[in-house]
């Protein structure tokens, strides 16, 4: 995928099969953390709040994925993979032939938003 200069850049890119779950997601994103700053992290958008990487949204070729820290996202994973996603490394695996799983989505937000907020826990903490 060719560097893109921000985040509207980057979903102004997207194919039609990936932008409307790119755009749901990104709408959830704002929602859950309205002080976040959107950035381009890898050349997919980041959510950044006080210098520190809540999630990340990224695009493949047949899914994208909403990427949390590994550490914040294990307690998680089961309830993941019982709503019928796949929990991969950190992620939320969602296929472009599948509804965005935007409850799900919202409360993981909040939670990694509530943990940053009670303990600063950062993207690589152990």
């Known amino acids: 995928m060719p560097r893109r200069m921000d985040v509207d850049d980057f979903m102004a890119q997207l194919s039609a099969i990936r ?12 929602a859950a953390a309205p002080a976040a700053v959107e950035e381009l992290k890898w050349n997919q958008p980041c959510y950044v709040l006080d210098g520190n990487r809540l999630w990340l949204l990224q695009s493949f070729q047949e899914h994208c994925s909403l990427r949390f820290p590994i550490r914040f ?3 998680y994973r ?15 695996k969602v296929r472009y032939d599948q509804p965005v ?3 799900l989505g919202a409360r993981l937000m909040a ?3 509530a943990e940053h907020l009670a303990t600063g826990a950062k993207w690589d903490d152990d």
Do not use: K, M
């Open 19 to 30: 932008r409307p779950h790119l755009a749901e997601l990104r709408a959830l994103s704002l």
């Open 73 to 75: 996202f294990t307690r």
């Open 78 to 92: 089961d309830e993941v993979v019982a709503a019928g996603y796949q929990g991969i490394e950190g992620a939320i």
């Open 101 to 103: 799983p935007a409850e």
């Open 111 to 113: 939670a990694r938003v």
